[in-house]
């Protein structure tokens, strides 16, 4: 009994093959990348990591007067990061600016936010926007208390 599935394994093996396990009912199913999407929702994350920290945890989200508290993450050399500056001065909108290429804690807190690389990442009060587009900036900032 034992030789026949010796011999399978053998072949596999000299065919290039390669043997995985089987995935359990229920588990997600990897992507066309190859990397599996996050494990599902009733199950513990895999030893050794850490779910990310809600934004909250990172950052205060309002400020004392109880607006939406304004972060820009942004890196020196972007245009896009340059406009939603200049359009937080103009509008004089009070705001932290993160250089995410030299803050390393500012480059968690970016990931942590939902930013997956593209720049500008801009937060007003719990709402994210990657990139920029000055309408729906001014609709976040109208939301956060900024009309």
């Excluded at 390393?104 to 920029?132: C, D, H, N």
Aim: glycine fraction near 10%; charge should be negative; proline fraction near 12%.
């Amino acid at each position: 009994m034992r030789a026949p599935l010796l011999f399978v394994l053998a072949l596999a093996v000299l065919a290039g093959c390669k043997l995985e396990p089987r995935q359990p009912v229920g588990a997600a199913e990897p992507t066309a990348e190859g990397v599996a999407p996050a494990p599902m929702p009733d199950r513990p994350p895999p030893p050794g990591t850490q779910p990310a920290p809600p934004p909250d945890a990172l950052v205060n989200t309002t400020t004392a007067d109880g607006k939406a508290a304004v972060v820009l993450y942004v890196t020196e050399w972007c245009p896009y990061c340059r406009a939603a500056r200049e359009y937080m001065a103009a509008e004089d909108i009070p705001h932290e600016v993160v250089d995410i290429e030299k803050d390393e804690a500012g480059a968690r807190e970016y990931q942590a936010r939902g930013g997956t690389g593209g720049i500008p990442l801009v937060a007003v009060g719990t709402s994210v926007m990657e990139g920029w587009n000055e309408d729906i900036a001014r609709d976040m900032l109208d939301k956060g208390g900024y009309d």
